[in-house]
Nanobody
Framework: QVQLVESGGGLVQAGGSLRLSCAAS????????LAWFRQAPGKERDFVAA???????AYADSVKGRFTISRDNSKNTLYLQMGSLKPEDTAVYYC?????????????????WGQGTQVTVSS
């Protein structure tokens, strides 16, 4: 089992920045890929970014150049630095873990999830 706890969400004006954090505990040595997803009201949970030991990083086209995913292994913490925020970035952001050594864009491919943190971008 892996437990994930997100933090750092909030209300920000368009053009602003936020940094999300996700603290992992439990079987962290078995984690291969960590990812961020987001879900807006009435919409599906969408891939945002992922990071893998060997494969590197991947981003959704909608956030490339604005968001940066990173991890601090000493703290078992995943980050998402978000910049140039837009109202369409408003969503609940979730971190997720995949216990296999690939990067997947489908939420169903991730085994463990955090509870989510709300990000609201005002225009």
């Amino acid at each position: 089992q892996v437990q994930l706890v997100e933090s750092g969400g909030g209300l920000v004006q368009a053009g602003g920045s936020l940094r999300l954090s996700c603290a992992a505990s439990g079987r962290t040595s078995s984690i291969y890929t960590l990812a961020w997803f987001r879900q807006a009201p009435g919409k599906e949970r969408d891939f945002v970014a992922a990071i893998n030991w060997v494969l590197g990083t991947a981003y959704a086209d909608s956030v490339k150049g604005r968001f940066t995913i990173s991890r601090d292994n000493s703290k078992n913490t995943l980050y998402l630095q978000m910049g140039s925020l837009k109202p369409e970035d408003t969503a609940v952001y979730y971190c997720a873990v995949r216990m296999r050594n690939t990067i997947e864009f489908d939420a169903n491919s991730y085994e463990f999830w955090g509870q989510g943190t709300q990000v609201t971008v005002s225009s």
